[in-house]
Structures are given as structure tokens and as C-alpha cells.
């Protein structure tokens, strides 16, 4: 049986003697029953029943059989698996030794053949092809992600002088000839400029870069002209060329003839370099009874018929016995809640919430986001002596003496239009009204204004911090700033150069992963860069600092990783283990980071159906804890020596007992989020094994990602035009937390776990050892 066209070719036969010449053609060959040799120029192999070999291109292989056997061939065309994946030839591919064929990822390889087999068999000839180029781009995909080997480097080996550099341009130019391949295609894929590789190209060479794709282009026309009976527009496609007149001109100029003459010049004299003695092909056909038998056979089912994973399969043995812990403890830095005024601290339900954070959390402070004497608290009357114990002061009493009662610190906000006067007033008083108690929590930051003057942002400065220290001289003061999202420059060079920047406590400013972005046009490059922006921003600032020879204390007061900008592509896009991973990384450095208190103080919600993604609240309107509230709350169960910490896994140890977080941190378009299938791609699988651990242990196990604990499903599985009532309140509130398991194992020197995260999912697993008392 076999079936054939000009970009591919699936054939089924008895295979006893069988040569390919090397062309631009990859083939995949499944031994579906029976035995036979494969012989190629640098292996030899049995290939058996059931066996599968992937055959590279350029490459000369034959196959012998002894015995009857049923072999399938698919053989794919060079130029149509370029037009699918110009980079694909840029590897090689085969299947790893160790598998042995036993691969999962072999068995979703022979399923994937198997349906290409079918529709062949089917041959309908009204969807032949549309069928075939399913299952065949499925078979590019399987490849480039699971059957991936370097490309041999053919070029090195028989050029030692060239460098490495010009060694992988040439790689890539051979494996991309066919194809219209640019210089400025590979200088970009080398991080160099056009001129500067041509040159070195040249140099090494000898020739120019275009010299090199011409002379490639004909010398591989010229072994198809000799080898094949193909027609000239065929081979001049197959090759690159834009034209059969262009092949002939080129042609003619290099061989001193056209190809015409040139393929009848060769076959009238067979001995000359190119000809090659083809072995006599012996191919018998298979009976399609018996193909349908075969195909009637249960498939091995080692996979998940699941869209392909982008991530490989994650396997870890870890030797507890061989590992040896960080020199520190991993640290949780400060917690601080922002509110929006002053007066929200005399809301009830605030104060509720608040207390009930500080119990999961413990909290170092409150953020007052707004200049604190624009509230409406200061409205009239407050800086009158003879009204100190009404309205204002009275209602001032209130929410000041209840922060010292809960041992809080209060961060105030002044700006460059703050009347140094009024400042000077209200702490005059308040120094005379509060005991000092009351008044050793609070802490002060002036915002830079990147409009005004220099000598403007020096004067108020020096004005407010010597109103500071005339009345609260223990009072921490430090400077607020919107750093640029790229690196430190422009207006951020004149605060890291500034005196004030030297007279400051601390420096507070955001990180926001979003204000680089543009949703609707995605650079994938930025896209990448947002998975770890805040602590790379951190990171930036720091930098700065040290580079001038400050180590003030960072506050980082509000940010927030990539996530959608409405409400659907927020709450779709669960971001658990992204949240979870930069919560990590800037726990070692910030002094203390920062969380609205709920989405209404926020002001999250925008007037054009979009909301506000600068920064991150830990609760919905109605008190519902959000996926980082729950992120928080694992993130402060973690405490011991740190034995291992990557991007997928941290290991921890407490005395006799361990934790082991493992997260998948997934950054992709939040407008994709909705669609399921998609975000499926980037599932990945964990097999981990941890050595060492004898004895019964406790495990308790909490999972967290959009399916256990995400709160947005739950709002939108609400079907009521009136919205949720105080029941339905209640049971979302109970529903959106981490799923928690217990079970109790009996080890033997190890623990072994297999995990399927979904994206941004992350896993905590908590081991305790069981005292037993002997008898």
C-alpha cells in the first residue's frame, strides 16, 4: 500500500531490501510486525516488531530483512516541513537510547502514526489530504518538543579553523537553504550586526555569505539532477531557488552548462564522481486484511491523548542525606495593608478585616495611600486649640489610639504641595494630644515629583523633615518613586543622584509587571521578561543604589505580576505559583512589600469596563479572599533551612520535618485565558522522589490553582441577574481556598510523588514524622 504526493508519502510493505540515497526528505519508519537491519553511515540496529527509528535528513540508510515483516514509511518532504517550521532542520531527531521504544511519548508517536495509517487506508479522496496534514503536523509538533537531539556538526568537523560562531551560522544556513534565508535573519539569531558577521563570514569562509547559499543550492541541484529523474522546476523549487530560469543561470555560469546538459553528461558517463551504485530494491506488498487486523490490536496506552505539553516532564531524585541547606533561612519580609484615607480606619467592616489579616498574617503596618491632610477628617476646625475634643480630633483619638492598641505602624503620605505649615500644626498638637505611645508608630514618605525643579523638590524636603525632627524626631522619613520600567535612567538618575536620596530612612516605590505591556500587540519578548519583573526591578534599584554607595531599605508599597486588564482575563488568568514565585524572590529584597486591603478601597474598577492592574488586593468588595491571599497564607506556613529552591521546587526543613512546594509558573497572553484547551498545553508533569525518609509520616497536601480555590469560577458559576445573596456569600467564601488532603504512609528510604500541575497551579506538601510508642 502506499500513498504518494509532492510533500509527503506514507507507504506500507514487506521490506527485504531497501536503499535511500541522502536528500532533504525526513522519514519516520515503524516496524509494525517482524524483524529487519536498518544500516546507516554511522549505526546498525535491529529493528523489531514494534520499533521505531526517525531518520534524519542527508543522511544514506538501508534496510535488510531476512524474514517477512510490515514495515510503514512516512516520508516528509524538506521544503514542506520548512514551510511548517522554517527552524525545524536547526536539530536533529531520534529517539533517545535509554527509551528503548518505552517512552510514553513513543506510544503517542505510534498513535499519532496509526491515524495517519488509517485515513491512508480510508483514502477519501474529498479530505485525503486535509485528514493526512492534521495528523502529520501533530507528528512536527510530537517531534520538536519531545524528539529533539543536537545537529550534528558536520561543518566543524571538517573546517577545525572556523568558530564556533561561523560553525552555527553554516549549520543553520544548511539546514535552511531550501528556503529563503536572509543574513539579517542570522545575524538577529546571533545577537550581531549584519556587517560585523558578514565580515567575519568572509574572513573564515572565504567567500561571501550569499556566495556560500549559491554554491550550496547548486551543488545540492547538481546530485539531484544525477540521482533523480525529477524535472527542473521541481528540483529548482526544492533547492530555493526562485526560478528555473535563475537555477539555469547560475547553473550554467558554475558548470560551464545548463542542467539539461548537465544530467546528460552524467548518465552518459556513469563513472563519475557523483554516481553511486543503487542496491537492487526488493519491496513486496501487504495484504490490507492484514493491515486492518493489526490496526484492530489495543494501542499501548503509555500517554494522555491530551494536547501536547510545552514544558517536558519534570523528574528530580533528591538525597536528603547528600543535600546540604542554603546558609540562611528563608525569610518573610514585612507585610503592610494599604487603605485608601485615613477615615477608612473608622469603618467597622475595615477594622474587621484588618484583624482578621493580622491573625493569618501578622501585620507590621498600615498605608495610607493619600496625602493624609487631604482627608476629609481635616476638613475644618482641626488645627483649633479650643476644638481638640470634637469632630475631627475626636474621631482622630479614635483610629490613631486603636492602631497603637494593635501595635501597627501607620506610613503617611506628604507631597510637594503639602503646606509644611499645617504639618507643623497638626503635629504640634498631636504631640500634645497623644501619649507618646501612640505617636512612636508613625512613619512619613514625601513623593518625588519628576516635574518640579531640583531647588523646589530640596526646599519642601528640607522644610518637612526639619518639621519632623523638631516634633517626632524618631519618626522614619523616606522618598516615594515611580522608577522607569526599564532599567534606572532619565528622571531616576536625578533622585539616586540627589542629597535627598542620602538624607532618606528608606525608599518606597512600586514594580508593576503590566506597565510595559499592551495586551492587544504582545511582544513575546516583554511577554517572557514579565514573569519575574518586580524582583528584577528590585533587583535594578538596588543595583543602583549600591552603585552609589547608599543601602537604604526598600519598601516596596504596591505591585503586581502579568494578569489580564478586565474583570474576565483578571479572574480566568489564575497566576498562583507566578504570584507565589515573585513573592519569594522579594522576601530577600524589600524591607517590607505591600497589599490593598480589599478591590473597593483600591478603586479597581475603571470607567471604561477595564480595572486597574497596578497593584494587588487581597480581598473581593465582600470580604471573599483572593487567589493572593491564599498564596500569602502558604507562603507564611513556609519556615526551616532551605535544602533545595529552583524555579519549580523548594524544599525546606523544620526540625525533623520538611516542606515541598512545587509550582508551574506559566506566563502567556491573559486574553487566552479563557479557553481551555490552550491553557492545557502548558500542564506539566512532576515526578519526584525524596531518599532518605524512613518511618511513618503525616502528609497533608494543599493544592491550589483555578479548579481548587480560584474564587473567580465561583463568582461566575452564580446564574442570578440580582447577584449572589448572603448564603451564596458565605458558601463562596467557604469554597475559595487550596484543597487540603491527609493521609499517613509508611516509608522505606523514600517518598516518591507524581504531580499534574496546571498553569500557575503550585502544590505544598507538608511531612511530619509519626512518634510511635513502643510497647
Known sequence: MAQRGGDFWVTVEDMRQFYQEDDDSLTLVWMLEGQAELHTEERHEILLADSLTILNRNQRWQIVGDTANITLRVVLSGRWVLQMYPDFFAHDYGIPPAAGGMWPQCDELRHLLRQLLVVT???????????????????????????????????????????????????????????????????????????????????????????????????????????????????????????????????????????????????????????????????????????????????????????????????????????????????????????????????????RQLERLDQQFSIHGIDIAEPFLSSRLFASGWDDPLMAGYACWYNLHQLFTWLAQKRWTVLLHTGLTTRCDLLARFLHQAVNHFSPDVTAGWQFVMHWSTQASDASRQQVWQAQRAVLGQFLPQAKFGVWHRFSPTSPAGNDAALLGSTILMQADFLACPADANELLDLAQLDPARLSSSENYPVQKIRQIVAALRQRQLSLPVWLLSWNTLTGNTRATNGWFFRGALLMQNLLGLSEQVWLAGFWLNSGLQGEARANNTIDTSSLALQYNHGLPRPIYWVLWLWKRLRGEVLVNDKNVLLLRHQNSYQLLLRNTVVFNPLLSSEEAFIQRFRQQYHLTLRGLSGSWRIKCHLFDQHNGALYPLTEAVRSESGPDEEMWCWMEHKARPTLTLREERLHDGWQITQSLESNALVLYELAPIITREA
Open 121 to 351: 487506508l480510508i483514502n477519501d479522496r474529498h479530505r485525503y489530504r486535509l485528514e493526512a496534514n492534521r495528523w502529520l503536523s501533530e507528528i512536527l509538533l510530537l517531534l520538536t518538543s519531545r524528539f529533539q537531539q543536537p545537529a550534528r556538526q558536520r561543518s566543524r568537523e571538517s573546517n577545525p579553523g572556523w568558530s564556533k560562531r561561523i560553525v552555527r551560522v553554516v549549520e543553520r544556513i544548511n539546514a535552511s537553504y531550501t528556503r529563503r534565508i536572509t543574513l539579517a535573519e542570522i545575524a538577529g539569531s546571533e545577537f550581531v550586526s549584519e556587517a560585523w558577521l558578514s565580515r567575519l563570514f568572509r574572513k573564515e569562509v572565504g567567500i561571501s555569505f550569499m556566495q556560500y547559499i549559491t554554491t550550496l543550492r547548486l551543488e545540492k541541484a547538481a546530485e539531484a539532477l544525477h540521482l533523480t529523474r525529477r524535472p527542473l522546476h521541481q528540483i529548482a523549487l526544492e533547492q530555493g531557488f526562485a526560478s528555473t530560469r535563475m537555477m539555469s543561470d547560475l547553473f550554467r555560469r558554475h558548470h560551464g552548462m545548463t542542467p539539461s546538459e548537465f544530467r546528460k553528461a552524467r548518465r552518459q558517463n556513469p563513472d563519475v564522481p557523483l554516481s553511486r551504485v543503487t542496491p537492487r530494491q526488493q519491496c513486496h506488498p501487504v495484504a490490507v486484511d492484514t493491515l486492518f487486523s493489526l490496526l484492530n490490536k489495543p494501542e499501548t496506552r503509555g500517554w494522555e491523548p491530551s494536547p501536547l505539553p510545552t514544558h517536558p516532564l519534570q523528574e528530580r531524585v533528591l538525597d536528603l542525606h547528600q543535600i546540604q541547606p542554603a546558609a540562611t533561612a528563608l525569610r518573610h519580609t514585612r507585610l503592610v495593608i494599604t487603605l485608601r484615607e485615613l477615615d477608612d480606619l473608622l469603618r467597622e467592616d475595615v477594622r
